[in-house]
């Protein structure tokens, strides 16, 4: 990661950097909930991979200070979906994906042996959660959120995998695993060609499982 995202006070994401204009939501954030102080940096993206360094003007305000840096988008897109479960855990599902570098999240419809539907809150509050992540670890290029896919387009895919505690060892030919709920997928749900791959020796909690998932693939196609 670039020193100046790392090290940057706080992280915006704006829909121009080419001059910073800030909400009230942005501003309550660096004045009032982080207490920003005059001459601190911070960073702003466009979610599409430029972003610039600014820097805190007074008490309230930002200015640009830095030029606009582009960064090239990965060659491979990693993907995670997953079938929600109760309570709030698909809203921390989606920011902990965020947050470890997946490309693709996909909140799943309802499969035959889930315990819980994808509620309304989640898509209104989907906005929200994806950029807050962002913005907690320095992206500069936010993710593809979707709520509501179906599993049978998913499977579909190049390079899908489903996540299976006696599937074959992970490698880099899988770019998107599919997380089932917690007594997994019914066996006429998933053909017998979509492959299946270990993420771990131990049977995981769905949630976990989907953060598993994420972070691993991530890491074994960041070494290539």
């Not at 320095?138 to 998913?154: C, H, I, K």
């Not at 579909?156 to 599937?167: L, M, S, Y």
Request: net charge negative; aromatic share 2%; glycine share 8%.
């Amino acid at each position: 990661m670039n020193p100046l995202l790392r090290n940057s006070a706080a992280h915006l994401v704006l829909d121009n950097i080419t001059t910073i204009s800030l909400s009230d939501t942005d501003a309550h954030h660096l004045f009032r909930v982080l207490r920003l102080r005059d001459g601190q940096s911070v960073t702003a993206t466009d979610g599409a991979g430029r972003w610039r360094q600014c820097r805190v003007v007074g008490r309230d305000a930002i200015e640009i200070s830095g030029d606009v840096v582009v960064q090239n988008p990965k060659s491979s897109s990693i993907g995670i979906a997953f079938v929600p479960v109760k309570a709030e855990k698909p809203e921390a599902t989606v920011r902990q994906l965020v947050e470890v570098g997946v490309d693709t999240i996909d909140v799943l419809l309802p499969t035959k042996r889930a315990v819980a539907g994808t509620r309304d809150r989640l898509h209104d509050r989907i906005h929200a959660i994806v950029h807050e992540a962002c913005m907690q670890s320095r992206r500069v290029f936010v993710p593809q959120v979707n709520v509501g896919v179906d599993l049978a387009e998913v499977l579909g895919r190049t390079g899908v995998a489903v996540a299976d505690p006696e599937g074959g060892p992970l490698s880099t030919e899988q770019q998107y695993i599919v997380v089932g709920p917690e007594g997994g997928f019914d066996p006429l749900e998933v053909p017998e060609t979509v492959a299946k791959v270990s993420i771990g020796p131990v049977v995981m909690r769905a949630e976990t499982a989907a953060l598993v998932a994420g972070a691993r693939l991530v890491a074994l196609h960041e070494r290539q």
